[in-house]
């Protein structure tokens, strides 16, 4: 099973999780691979090559099937005919956090700050084109406000700059994040999903804080090569599902702030859809891409 991914991410520690629970499942073992790169694309591009047969599975994201499409000018593959969904698997909200040096405590003081001093505050990013990136161009866009961009190859030094106070926010993965809101390093403004989310309730969304109608988060779920059997794909599905009802598996994903979403592949399918019709516009209107 392939991370696209480095190790200790969001993708990877969900992977990892899911093919724990897998193996019990299968009778077998499942060893999970990291192949980090190109936003997700050279994980996703070696099992699309692979043999068809249900032994190479990649743990994708919404990012990876409709932001990379538009951000990437030179696609090794089309991720949507290339590669079939098995099962989509969790979801993340992303959360609104600033360096406690920043003085705001709301969404509304946030905007203010940004409309008063444009191009003075900063926000880190996991880099061009990510899912915490676009977060950041939807409020942006939807606010009217000049916030800069500081892109970082990855999560975890965008979060180490942050704590430095080198940048002033982030729209981060909660599980990331988590720890620093709890020991007052990061102060949360608001989280990114249509609802409240259960690792952060007493926070409010942006649309409720002040931008109605935005909403964003990322969510991942298991793939194969497109010419897999539809046999092996629906014991692949019946696997990865049973594997999300584990008890160890649910505690360590809620504890985490991740959301547990199964579902079968034409479900994956019509969230894949909605996601292409969501973010192209936000990509295209951000002015992001990668060569």
Known sequence: MVVPFTPAGAVDIATRATANEMQKILGQPVAVENKPGAGGNLGVLDVARSAPDGYSIVMSTSG???????????????????????????????V????????????????????????????ASSGNGTSIHMSAAMFTQMTGTDIVHIPYKGSAPAVTDLLAGQTNMMFDNIPSSLPHIKSGKLIAIATTGA???????????????????YESGVWFGLMVPAATPKDIIGKLNAAAVHATKSPEFQKRMHDLGYNIIPGTPEDMARMIDAELKR???????SGAKVD
Do not use: C
């Open 195 to 213: 609802k409240r989310d259960p690792a952060l309730p007493n926070l409010p969304t942006i649309a409720e804080a002040g931008v109605p109608g």
């Open 279 to 285: 973010w192209g516009p936000i990509v295209k209107a």
């Open 64 to 94: 990876i099937q409709a932001i990379n499409p538009f951000l990437y000018a030179k696609m090794p593959l089309d991720v949507n005919k290339d590669l079939a969904p098995v099962a989509p698997l969790v979801s993340l909200n992303n």
């Open 96 to 123: 609104l956090v600033v360096h406690p040096s920043v003085p705001a405590r709301s969404v509304k003081e946030v905007i203010a700050l940004a409309k008063k001093e444009p191009g003075k505050w900063t926000y």
